[in-house]
Structures are given as structure tokens and as C-alpha cells.
């Protein structure tokens, strides 16, 4: 099976600042991997994803980036604004299911004060 | 594009009585729809999956089962709800499998059992 942890519940920082979430599985077949942004109240967002033959990949103001060796990921977000406070979620699949199921972490709360 | 439409957004229901969610999906055909559970400051449950008109998996025993009557409309029933039914349900629907599209997710029902 496939697990998914975080490594913080929260992360608190400031306006202006850069933020990063992390994400742990411990599946080695996983190979596709997303990011979400869920604000209070609202279903998950999407926000960016990557495939096992990536190491990294840049939106706008996020990059993800996948390190399989130890099987971690991490999210960051560049000058985090007061509207990227939300929970994010990282999300895990691969052939096991037949990428017909993810498997989601339990979330980090950012909380971006001005 | 490809919408997708989740009611009631709140429902307050007494312990014992039915459940009926409703979640539909435009413009795709044979989408894989899911059901999640999101209790208060906790991730994302699974709780049952469909890649095809009456095929529904099941990834949680419990007092709730799903029914896919049509290709994009997907039911959450209860015949008689529990306290410990209160959450945050969510529909997601995904993309054929091999394309590795991730989730979108409707907007959530909240649900409160008394």
C-alpha cells in the first residue's frame, strides 16, 4: 500500500516570505504526484503536478520538487501572499492502482501573516 | 470545459435517517468519480470509487455505500445515518487513468449529523 505523511501540521510565516511543505511517501512504485490547495469550507484546488521522470517543475510562484531516493517532495511557494493561507495536500498514484486512486497526505496548514 | 456540480453544499439530518448526495460531471465522458470523507482538521478519506457505470469500489467498510446509476452522475447513500457520519464529503472526478490527469473536486457537502 501506499502511505502519506507531512512533516509540519502548521507553518506559519510572513508576508513577502518564501514557504515550503513537505510531503513523505513510502510507496518506491509511486510515480505521479500532486499538489492541492484547500481554503476553509472549499473542495481542493489543484496546484501543480509531477511525474517520476522529473525532478522539478515550476508554475507560477510554485515549484515542486521530487527527490526519489528518499522519497520526499516539497512544495514551495515564492512570496507567499495573505491568500495562499489555506491547507495544502500532496497527493500520491502510480501503477499499483492503476491511477485510478490517489492517496492523500494528511495537510499542512500555512498561515501567512502581514 | 468540465464542470462538476455537488448538492446540497450543508445538510443537517437527525441520527437514523437517510442520506442521499448527489454529484454530476459535464463535459467529460466515462469519468472515474470518487467519494471522499474530510473530517474537521483531518485529510482526505477515500470512500469509494467508480471508473464505469455500476462498478463501485469500496475502500472503507462502513454504514454508507454508492451507486453510479448514469455515466457522470454519482449517489452517496445512507439508509440511516450516525453521528459519526458528520463531515465533509467531497466528489472528485479524474480523467482516463492513462493520462495520469489528477482530481478535480466539487465544491463539498457539509454534513452534520444531530
Known amino acids: 500500500g501506499e502511505s502519506v505523511g507531512l512533516h509540519l501540521p502548521t507553518l506559519s510565516v510572513q508576508e513577502g516570505d518564501n514557504s515550503i511543505i513537505n510531503c513523505a511517501y513510502s510507496?518506491?512504485?509511486?510515480?505521479?504526484f500532486i499538489w492541492y490547495k484547500q481554503e476553509s469550507g472549499k473542495g481542493p484546488q489543484f496546484i501543480i503536478d509531477i511525474r517520476s521522470n522529473m525532478d522539478k517543475r515550476q508554475g507560477q510562484r510554485v515549484t515542486v520538487l521530487l527527490n526519489k531516493t528518499v522519497k520526499h517532495l516539497s512544495l514551495q511557494i515564492a512570496a507567499t501572499q495573505p491568500g495562499d493561507s489555506a491547507v495544502y495536500f500532496c497527493a500520491v498514484s502510480g501503477p499499483n492502482s492503476g491511477y485510478s486512486t490517489l492517496t492523500f497526505g494528511k495537510g499542512t496548514m500555512l498561515l501567512v501573516s502581514p | 470545459s468540465q464542470t462538476i456540480h455537488q448538492w446540497p453544499a450543508t445538510l443537517v439530518q437527525p441520527v437514523g435517517s437517510p442520506l442521499s448526495l448527489e454529484c454530476t460531471v459535464e463535459g467529460t465522458s466515462n469519468p472515474n468519480l470518487y467519494w471522499y470523507r474530510q473530517a474537521a482538521g483531518r485529510g482526505l478519506q477515500l470512500l469509494f470509487y467508480s471508473v464505469g457505470i455500476g462498478q463501485i469500489s469500496s475502500e472503507v467498510p462502513q454504514n454508507l455505500s454508492a451507486s453510479r446509476p448514469q455515466d457522470r452522475q454519482f449517489i452517496l447513500s445512507s439508509k440511516k445515518l450516525l453521528l459519526s457520519d458528520s463531515g465533509f464529503y467531497l466528489c472528485a472526478w479524474s480523467a482516463d487513468a492513462l493520462r495520469g490527469y489528477g482530481y478535480t473536486f466539487g465544491s463539498g457537502t457539509r454534513l452534520t449529523v444531530v
Open positions: 510507496n518506491s512504485a509511486s510515480d505521479y
